[in-house]
């Protein structure tokens, strides 16, 4: 077929050309930018997932919700490397520019605020050429959100920038990708502002996107953040909502699949909308003709495996150093061994969380020994722990890409 006409799209973060089964999710949050418009209380919003369940894209769909209302909005993502400030004050100044206050000397004062806040990343006596602001022209307004406290600068700071989004009727949203790499300082002061914020009536919300953990991490800053923000784990698709992310697409290119292609495509992908534009794109440019049948998935199916073996599970494998290699692994294996000793469990599909106790066996050591190389695994994102002792891929099929690959 003809692959100029390909619809399916697979890259990170990149819009797929039908946003199947995350309705609820979009629905839900229209609501959200209404009440907050209106001075009603509502709680900030997290999305938790796996990698390429669509997070991202989701966020981004998000996000252009609140551009249709016309909210001011700005978007950062976490670095573990990297403080809140600079990227936040980048994402609100944004967001303020976007909302077109009418008063240019308050607009004036608060972009002022905001460069106040951004130079304290270099500390108070850097020297001039040290100091850093987003790109904004107004001088910095001294005594506020500059105490170098980031929890005390970012409530100050959200404050002033709610004010003026209520001036106009607006809102603000702040948009947060791979959350769970905030700092502990950062993600305290992040859940204080968003308290105080929620408290005051004011029309600024976050909405933060990370791995399955990311509660847990919240919760490890403040208490309250369960009941801060409203979790939302954004999962697999269903076979419906499978087949749609396919046909609607294929629909549009006068193109459709047999059922039977069908029923292949969701076994090869699991449903992970990543994989399915995977393998979308793939089955396309190999089959001669449309309807596309499961003849046509089975010739395919190599190439998208080829180019998920570089692109989405080898680029992350490659990271590891040999001894974390050997831990994964054990990690794929251990889930393996507890699958065959539970037929009626998740199977070998290495989704679910295995005990560090399991792994350590696998390998013939100590768990204490193997501390390094996991808490290493933890810091590059390969892995999480939901809980205390038990971790898991971030990646879905990861263990069958190892068993098979590596």
Known sequence: MD?????????????????????EQVGAFDVVLERVA????????????????GKTVLLNALRSQAV????????LEARPDQRLRRPLSSALHQAVRELAHPEQEQADHVLGVLRAFAQR?????????????????????????????????LVELLTDVGGLAADVGKGVAV???????????????????????????????????????????????????????????????????ADRALTAPADDEDAAFAETALTAMYAATGGYPYFIQAYGKAVWDLAPRSP?????????????????????????????????????????????????????????????SVATSDVAAQLGKKPQSLSPARDSLLKKGLIYSGERGRIAFTVPHFGRYLRENA
């Open 292 to 352: 596309i049948t499961a003849e046509d998935v089975a010739v395919a199916a190599p190439e998208a495996e080829r180019e998920l073996a570089v692109g989405f599970f080898g680029s992350r494998y490659e990271r590891a150093t040999p001894g974390e290699r050997d831990y994964l692994r054990a990690m794929a294996d251990a889930a393996v061994a507890v699958a065959e000793a539970d037929p009626a469990g998740e199977g070998v599909d290495v989704v679910g």
């Open 121 to 153: 990343e270099a500390g108070p006596t850097a020297k001039l050429r040290e100091q850093w602001s987003p790109g904004i022209d107004v001088p910095a307004a001294r005594g506020r959100a500059d105490s170098g406290d980031i929890e005390i600068d």
């Open 38 to 53: 209106k001075g009603r209380p509502e709680r900030s919003l997290v999305l938790t997932g796996l990698r390429g369940v």
């Open 3 to 23: 692959p100029i006409r390909n619809p399916y799209a697979p890259g990170a973060g990149q819009r797929p050309p039908e946003l199947a089964g995350r309705d």
């Open 175 to 241: 948009f947060i990708d791979e959350m769970q790499d905030l700092g502990p300082d950062d993600v305290s002061a992040l859940c204080a502002a968003c308290h105080e914020i929620s408290q005051s009536g004011l029309p600024v919300i976050v909405v933060g996107a990370g791995l399955p953990h990311l509660p847990a991490v919240l919760s490890a800053s403040k208490s309250y953040s369960e009941r801060l923000f409203s979790y939302q784990r954004i999962d697999r698709l269903s076979r419906a909502e």
């Open 68 to 75: 249709r209302k016309g909210w001011g909005t700005g978007k």
